[in-house]
């Protein structure tokens, strides 16, 4: 047995070792659950123990993991194991190549699926992008990068983020406080994931000057969005005339990002959806891109690739 044992060792010089080991050296004991081989970090050098099999397989995966903490990519168990997964097509099969790099808090956002990448570009190509999929992977939460990124290079002037407020039925008079305070609730996937890609004190002076603004989609009406980077969120609750009116706000120099889960509708009406109703009468047209992530793309927990396979064989929303 010890004849078939054999040892790799990889240098980790400039790679950050906290994101590459993971908290409490999570990334490193998933490397070893998903491989069978035995990992060790002391100073600049991963080691790997094993079978040859494993051990080439490990080199594979831990090579990319090393790639990624250099560049400054955060990386955790999951992606781990959706790197060992991936076999060895590469970061995210030639997703390397379509990365946003973040100078205000010095961090890069990587797409981390194949079908992570192609939306990215999709979106850098089209004027306006639809992004379906279920939850968890990653629509929202790479087309505001792409908008941050837009902004910070001056593509654009301003930055407008929508939802529908479908619970309160877009009629927010009788909810308690001030319009900030009802209609935050509703808005806060938007300020998380800006929070999570601007400083603290450049995103509050964006908000002040309305440089970044973050409204339900009812405010929309009436407006011509120029010169702006503008994405509708859960366009699965935008009825079919809201959806309209969104799509013909659209002024000169503008992209928008549309996203939506097609299982996540709560409109009274399935049929209502705008979303359902553009992705039949929208498709073809130039500079129009329809994109698809599914459970292969989630990003999230492991089990909720898992939880959203179950409800999809199960033909439950």
């Not at 910070?152 to 877009?170: C, D, M, S, Y």
């Not at 209502?272 to 129009?288: H, K, N, V, W």
Request: net charge negative; proline share 3%; aromatic share 4%.
């Amino acid at each position: 047995m010890s004849d078939d044992q054999t040892t790799q060792r990889l240098n980790v010089e400039g790679a950050d070792l906290l994101t590459l080991a993971g908290v409490n050296d999570a990334n490193l004991i998933e490397l070893q659950r998903q491989t069978g081989t035995r990992v060790t970090l002391r100073g600049d050098t991963m080691t790997l123990a094993g079978t040859a099999d494993a051990v080439e397989r490990a080199t594979s995966v831990a090579q990319r993991m090393i790639d990624a903490a250099k560049q400054g990519t955060v990386i955790e168990a999951d992606d781990v194991l959706r790197m060992s997964m991936d076999g060895t097509r590469g970061d995210g099969a030639g997703s390397g190549d379509v990365r946003i790099v973040l100078p205000g808090i010095k961090r890069i956002i990587q797409p981390k699926t194949p079908g992570q990448a192609e939306y990215l570009a999709l979106i850098a190509e089209n004027d306006i992008v639809v992004g379906i999929g279920p939850a968890g992977t990653g629509k929202t939460y790479l087309a505001v990068a792409a908008a941050v990124d837009a902004l910070t290079r001056k593509r654009v002037r301003r930055i407008i983020l929508a939802r529908p407020a479908v619970e309160a039925g877009e009629s927010l008079g009788f909810l308690p406080g001030d319009m900030q305070a009802k209609v935050d609730p509703y808005l806060r996937p938007l300020y998380d994931a800006l929070e999570d890609m601007l400083p603290v004190e450049r995103m509050q002076k964006a908000l002040e000057t309305r440089t970044i603004e973050i409204a339900p989609l009812a405010y929309m009406r009436g407006r011509t969005l120029a010169d702006a980077f503008v994405i509708l969120d859960e366009a699965q609750n935008a009825t079919a005339a809201q959806m309209k009116m969104f799509l013909t706000r659209l002024g000169v120099n503008s992209k928008t990002v549309i996203t939506g889960d097609k299982t996540q509708i709560d409109l009274p009406k399935r049929e209502e959806s705008g979303l359902m109703q553009i992705e039949r009468i929208l498709t073809g047209i130039d500079g129009i891109g329809f994109h698809y992530l599914n459970d292969t793309d989630v990003v999230r927990h492991r089990l909720v690739r898992e939880i959203i396979k179950a409800y999809a064989e199960d033909g439950g929303d």
